[in-house]
DNA sequence: TATTAGCACTCCGAACGGATGAGTGCTAAC
DNA sequence: GTTAGCACTCATCCGTTCGGAGTGCTAATA
């Protein structure tokens, strides 16, 4: 009775204990089932098949004489073969105000902030990784006697911007002359794809000023390192006191430090990004996380584009009994009119 | 026995019984204050003046047969009168890296963070509002054909920038007399002094461009409102679950979203700068604390100001039982340090 | 052979009831 | 005014009890 297959019925009694527990969040017992589905069995029978489930591995029972909840292998099944989105999701959230703005950093913000609100989890909001975008423009410009400002947009008009100490001093005219430089050999280019060779090509042309050029690129660089690169904004950090699995005070300083922290979320980011695949939706489950102290949690992230490959991650946290159906169906709808909303320009 | 005055003994006894309080996070009771402090006398005899202090409303009783706790009245009157600070903090806080940096906003973050480390508390460090900063430099620059970039440096290096959209073409020897107009004029100026008068006169000696002048006041308006005005920012906010009574889930929650929507925080630091007043240190004990969600936290804030005029503030967010000395202490010493780092230049 | 009824059993959680001990208030003596 | 002494209060701990929910197993049933 063992290692047999998951046959029709158990698979039916899985997905009802399931359902029942994200609905309830207490252990599920026998009599339930029996009453919750259609096919007419007794409890006795229910018990037999729930003991099978067990022994596979499916649910798992908090002690003896409890009802059963899913284990991490049943969400994972749930999750993978159970589950029917819930479509009408999108339109709901069509009502949304997600509008396009100059700035995407501010946009990204407010994605955070809705996500959070309409779904009572904790969400995660990363900026596409600046390195991977195009330089639209770079601006030198002198402020005053020995400081240079160096200016740099890149696509999404994120802008950058740096001080440079000028010791030489540099009239006008080279100024103009650097700024053309820099712009006819830069723009269009991804931050990571400036190489050396393109460096020392410009230092050539600079001429005297070749330390100049250097300066900037060095700021260039720096200032993209400087916010950490990866910029993350999160929101509804609190939610996770809605949920006692989570909210106890080891668990909870442990997410909370997480959220501040905003750089142990890089790691989310970059698995998102570097797994993905079909929808571009991934689920971890519990253990299947890489953040450590998200291990009681469930993390659902989505991968969103904002044209000409500008590509972000968008994740939700919440405990392992969220509801996947809704938080899947609003990823899904809301990557989808940010697509839209970059896509036209 | 009601409405004498504190007498000196009183007083010992009520400093006593805070001091054990802060240490130990217990009640404490007769028997302990009666060998604790160096007037010896008796268990009861302490216990009639504690009886006394109670009914003068310095501390209170948990509960019948519990030993004593100091009330806010209690802790107000030992943070006016009675409280040594310990200002041996003032040198290790001085090896603690407090660099100066060429962006105040970075260095503020690192001042947050190390506070927050360094004290176990909750800790928020708000930059000076910028609208009082003085603009240094204004830059406009055209992007593409149809977005100029308009670049503002105010004092402390912070930078703001936008993008315009221009419909008409403005060609660069217009550009180059209007960001020579817009630096004469503003440079200088504190955000908030500019007029409509010199609005006016501007626009009129820009002649046919006055439209543009216009727009990029607004922009330059618009930039600074954007970050909501107040920059906050916070750290060690999971340090509050270092604290039972705090650590709550309702209270813990409700201080999180706090420190989250760090907008709610604006309130304490305007309230820090309005009712300044000698050292600038100023100690809200529950309930005094102008934000709604810290009526359980004591609050200690400081001003600081970075030469200039540019004031900001920083608050330490922890239970009613802090270290108020070492607190005190710390933001003393730290606000001197801001002070020496800005004022040579 | 699969399903079901029935029953003994397990375990959690709430409720109860002493002990224990810390601490008080009060009184009477010093 | 101070202190010793005593009765009293109350939180906390701990063992017990008790009910309920739910299980596993067995034997009867279709």
Do not use: W
């Amino acid at each position: 009775m063992a290692d047999q297959e998951l046959d029709e019925r158990k698979i039916k009694i899985l997905h009802a204990i399931i359902r029942n527990y994200l609905e309830t969040g207490e252990p599920v017992g026998s009599r339930t089932i029996s009453k919750y589905t259609d096919l007419n069995l007794s409890s006795a029978t229910i018990r037999n098949e729930m003991a099978d489930l067990e022994e596979m591995g499916y649910i798992l029972q908090p002690h003896t004489s409890a009802g059963r909840i899913p284990s991490d292998k049943g969400y994972r099944l749930y999750v993978d073969t159970m589950m029917e989105e819930k479509d009408r999701e999108i339109e709901e959230l069509k009502e949304l105000m997600i509008e396009r703005e100059e700035k995407v950093d501010r946009m990204l913000k407010s994605v955070a902030k809705v996500l959070a609100t309409n779904t009572n989890y904790a969400t995660m909001v990363s900026a596409p990784a600046i390195r991977t975008n195009k330089i639209k423009f770079i601006q030198l410009s002198r402020m005053n006697e020995g400081q240079i400002l160096a200016v740099v947009v890149v696509e999404g008009n994120v802008i950058k911007n740096n001080v440079i100490d000028s010791d030489g001093s540099i009239d006008d005219e080279t100024l103009l002359k650097l700024n053309l430089l820099l712009n006819t050999n830069l723009c269009g280019k991804a931050l990571e794809e400036i190489s050396l060779a393109m460096i020392t090509a410009m230092k050539q042309q600079a001429g005297i000023h070749s330390e100049m050029v250097g300066n900037v690129i060095d700021a260039i660089a720096d200032s993209i390192k400087s916010e950490e690169d990866l910029q993350i904004y999160t929101s509804g950090t609190n939610n996770i006191f809605k949920y006692p699995e989570l909210a106890d005070s080891r668990k909870a300083s442990d997410l909370i430090n997480t959220f501040e922290e905003k750089q142990m979320l890089t790691e989310l980011v970059n698995d998102t990004l570097a797994g993905e695949e079909g929808s571009g939706i991934q689920v971890y489950i519990g253990d299947e996380t890489p953040v450590q102290s998200m291990k009681d949690c469930s993390v659902v992230t989505a991968t969103y584009e904002l044209g000409e490959g500008m590509r972000g991650t968008i994740g939700i946290i919440g405990p392992k009994r969220m509801d996947y159906e809704k938080v899947v169906g609003t990823l899904k709808s809301i990557t989808h009119r940010l697509d839209e909303l970059y896509k036209k320009k």
